[in-house]
């Protein structure tokens, strides 16, 4: 059995060292190629082709799975594919070089929440459950046939990198389950239906900026789904206060009206208030909600009226 894994962030890295401290036999990475990271724009190997790196495993870094990349597998002798948040697109060509097929490890319970930011969109929309799925990769986005799903509750207070890890060690283990089974050919594909189907664009700097007028317990679940990116916001001064954490409380105020009681500080939404517990002001370091509003010193107690960013 030769298996190439093909993933590119931190999560699928954690994922590829987990199955290979297992002794899964890898015997080719797939992985996007180095890009500039941090202010300085330092060219740098994805966290995938690092872990590669260590364990001495012949990498390929491409933006596309074409005939150099199908000519590698056959080299290598690869069975199928394991992918973990690769971020290429793979052609029917690609789909058919590998004599058993290529398999993806996704964050959500398919159908619901089928691609870019399923974790995300899941904490957004307030669900109480989620859960991990492997499935055969097809021509569609995320509609293959599912090999194994398992689900787990989201905790009330989980932002999407806390729920994006406990989803990372429950595919890991679930991988483990599998790719014995996919090796031997003893899987049952179920194909997908459209029943609950939901889907999960990726999600840019917009999508986090904070609406007061809503509720409060929506907007919560809005903070939750994208902390820490794109990042929760409110316009302020001409500028961005940054949401870090913060929960629904039942207390009424006017829309943007900020007020404290017992050292907490509280902006007031369309129904509710939101308790800001941490923020982070525009250069500065982040900080406890109270401590922020203690520095205002009696000016500009109303946030959201800039509606310029």
Same mark, same amino acid.
């Given at each position: 059995?030769?298996?190439?894994f093909a993933g590119t962030p931190q999560n699928a890295a954690e994922t590829l060292r987990e199955l290979l401290l297992a002794g899964t036999p ?54 199928? +594919? ?8 793979? %052609?029917?060509?690609?789909?058919? @070089? ?6 993806? /490890?996704?964050?959500? /319970? ?34 293959? +046939? ?48 459209? =029943? ?19 509720? +409060? ?14 990042? @929760? ?24 009206? /900020? ?5 907490? =500080? ?19 370091? $982040? ?6 509003? $203690?520095?205002? %010193? ?12």
């Amino acid at each position: 059995m030769s298996i190439l894994f093909a993933g590119t962030p931190q999560n699928a890295a954690e994922t590829l060292r987990e199955l290979l401290l297992a002794g899964t036999p890898i015997s080719l990475v797939l992985t996007r190629p180095d890009a500039p990271i941090g202010r300085k724009a330092i060219i740098t190997p994805s966290p995938v082709a690092k872990v590669a790196e260590e364990f001495g495993i012949f990498t390929i870094k491409s933006n596309k799975v074409g005939e150099a990349e199908i000519a590698s597998f056959a080299t290598f002798g690869i069975d199928f +594919a394991i992918v973990v948040a690769l971020g290429v697109m793979l %052609n029917p060509h690609a789909l058919e @070089a590998l004599p058993q097929g290529w398999f993806n /490890l996704h964050y959500s /319970l398919l159908p619901r929440w089928r691609g870019a930011a399923p974790v995300q969109h899941a904490l957004i929309a307030g669900e109480i459950e989620t859960g991990v799925t492997i499935f055969k990769i097809d021509s569609g986005l995320d509609t293959g +046939a599912i090999v194994k799903s398992v689900p787990t509750a989201i905790s009330p207070d989980e932002n999407s990198a806390e729920l994006l890890q406990r989803l990372t060690n429950i595919g890991v283990t679930l991988l483990l389950e599998v790719i014995p089974m996919i090796a031997s050919g003893l899987i049952d594909l179920k194909p997908q239906t459209n =029943v609950g189907l939901t889907v999960a664009p990726k999600l840019f700097k917009s999508d986090g900026k904070l609406q007061l007028f809503q509720d +409060a317990r929506v907007l919560a679940n809005q903070i939750r789904g994208v902390t820490p990116e794109p990042g @929760a916001w409110i316009p302020f001064r001409d500028e961005v206060l940054k949401v870090l954490i913060a929960r629904a409380v039942s207390k009424e105020s006017e829309v943007g009206k /900020l007020v404290t009681e017992n050292g907490n =500080v509280y902006v007031g939404c369309g129904i509710g208030s939101l308790h800001l517990i941490e923020v982070q002001p525009a250069g500065k370091r $982040r900080m406890l909600g109270a401590d922020w509003f $203690r520095g205002l %010193n009696g000016h500009d107690f109303k946030l959201g009226e800039n509606d310029q960013l």
